[in-house]
């Protein structure tokens, strides 16, 4: 059965920083694109970023670009989030497409139950 867990979530003030990480079992985390959605309370959950198989392509949502930075070794899948606001905080899930690349930010088949983002002084 696959399986994506989520860590690193937590509370930060804003202009501070989080790394989150996700572990797979049940199938080879290096096989396939990765990535990051989040959901905030009230609204749609959203897509963050995506990285390639082979770690060579990334997207990221236009609210997160130049503050956060996806990347993966063999074991993890991580999301390096900078410059937190506010409107950062959400539940961040780490999510597997089924294929070696990415669809934009799109795309995502399952993904894990997420690890908390709290932004706030």
């Known amino acids: 059965q696959s399986q994506l867990v989520e860590s690193g979530g937590g509370l930060v003030q804003p202009g501070g920083s989080l790394r989150l990480s996700c572990a797979a079992s049940?199938?080879?985390?290096?096989?396939?694109?990765i990535g990051w959605l989040r959901q905030a309370p009230g609204k749609e959950r959203e897509g963050v970023s995506c990285?390639?198989?082979?770690?060579?392509s990334t997207n990221y949502a236009d609210s997160v670009k130049g503050r956060f930075t996806i990347s993966r070794d063999n074991a993890k899948v991580y999301l390096q989030m900078n410059n937190l606001t506010p409107e950062d905080t959400a539940v961040y899930l780490c999510a597997v497409r089924w294929n070696s690349g990415c669809t934009g930010i799109h795309g995502f088949n399952y993904w894990g139950q997420g690890t908390q983002v709290t932004v706030s002084s």
């Open positions: 990285i390639s198989s082979s770690g060579g």
């Open positions: 049940g199938f080879t985390l290096g096989d396939y694109a």
